[in-house]
């Protein structure tokens, strides 16, 4: 199975700064990439699909890049909502894997 | 809309079965480009996709090969929802479960999780 790697494991900034996030998949995934947003005791919300495209009502402030194996998640300017944990995901092959996720905590 | 509500206990013994529960609103569980899936997540193994049954002319059933020989999910199109089976669980099977709908394999609507514990 793909294995997705993020780092760093945690990140701590304060509001306002540029965040940027990674995942580097074992292989190949092509652009069979999401993104996802986890707040404590809520269930993840997709932000990031087909590696760089908003999903609804997600903020432009949340961007995705990448391809192939190495793939970035970049937050413009953080608002105090955005200090959660993220998880990234490939469809790319079955079964479907995700990453073991981003901390980002207030510095 | 599409909304999803899960339901079933917290606790489970081991060598027993796990069953739970997820209601669609705002969509039918037979929908042509949907995906209904469990996912669940905890400290060990973070998240972790287990499966899924989706419609398309025929009922199809996608698993995890970690849980293959002891999960079942069925699609009710009754009182659309699907529903989630894992037999003979562990103390290893305690995790918070989720079910999501899956379009493009990607997870844009997700239920409210159930933690579920193995214990005696």
């Known amino acids: 199975e793909i294995v997705l790697t993020q780092s760093p494991a945690t990140l701590s900034l304060s509001p306002g700064e540029r965040a940027t996030l990674s995942c580097r998949a074992s292989q190949s995934v092509s652009t069979y990439f999401a993104w996802y947003q986890q707040k404590p005791g809520q269930s993840p919300r997709l932000l990031i699909f087909?590696?760089?495209s908003r999903a609804t009502g997600i903020p432009a402030r949340f961007s995705g890049s990448g391809s192939g194996t190495d793939f970035t998640l970049t937050i413009s300017s953080l608002e105090p909502e955005d200090f959660a944990v993220y998880y990234c995901q490939q469809r790319s092959d079955w079964p479907l894997t995700f990453g073991g996720g981003t901390k980002v905590e207030i510095k | 809309q599409v909304q999803l509500q899960q339901s079933g206990p917290g606790l489970v013994k081991p060598s027993q079965t796990l069953s739970l529960t997820c209601d669609i609103s705002?969509?039918?569980?037979?929908?042509?480009?949907?995906?209904w899936n469990w996912i669940r997540q905890s400290p060990s193994r973070g998240l972790e996709w287990l499966g899924r049954?989706?419609?398309?002319?025929?009922?199809?059933?996608d698993y995890a090969m970690s849980v293959k020989s002891r999960i079942t999910i069925n699609p009710d199109t009754s009182k659309n929802q699907f529903s989630l089976q894992l037999r003979s669980v562990t103390p290893e099977d305690t995790a918070m479960y989720f079910c999501?709908?899956?379009?493009?394999?990607?997870?844009?609507?997700w239920g409210q999780g159930t933690l579920v514990t193995v214990s005696s």
């Open positions: 087909d590696a760089s």
């Open positions: 049954t989706y419609y398309r002319s025929k009922w199809n059933n």
């Open positions: 999501a709908r899956m379009v493009g394999d990607q997870a844009d609507r």
């Open positions: 705002g969509e039918s569980v037979s929908s042509n480009r949907a995906a």
